[in-house]
Nanobody, 119 residues
């Protein structure tokens, strides 16, 4: 397992952009982002493979969010554009050995960073 630390969350207005970062203590084949809104289950947002050849997004963020990684820095990023109130959630970084949308497959998790989109 690796240690993950997210940063970059905050309070923004509808339509604004925000970039989340996740620093890992080591390398992982797959890195992803999940989010959890109050009263809701944790949901998949995006995942990226080691070589960035496999990238998947949730339908709700496709075209607005972009995931990327810097293997030299053991980091993954989530660029979020055109933010909506429904994007409000705690965003979690996850790392694992398999590129998947299933949260249960990821072995390492960060503590999360709050993103609040105000209308």
């Amino acid at each position: 397992q690796v240690q993950l630390v997210e940063s970059g969350g905050g309070l923004v207005q509808v339509g604004d952009s925000l970039r989340l970062s996740c620093a890992a203590s080591g390398s992982s084949a797959a890195m992803g982002w999940f989010r959890q809104a109050p009263g809701k289950e944790r949901e998949f947002v995006a995942v990226i493979s080691w070589n960035a050849l496999r990238i998947y997004y949730a339908d709700s963020v496709k075209g607005r969010f972009s995931i990327s990684r810097d293997n030299a820095k053991n980091s993954v990023y989530l660029q979020m554009n055109s933010l909506k109130p429904e994007d409000t959630a705690v965003y979690y970084c996850a790392a694992g050995r398999t590129v998947t949308v299933a949260a249960s497959v990821f072995s390492s998790w960060g503590k999360g960073t709050q993103v609040t989109v105000s209308s």
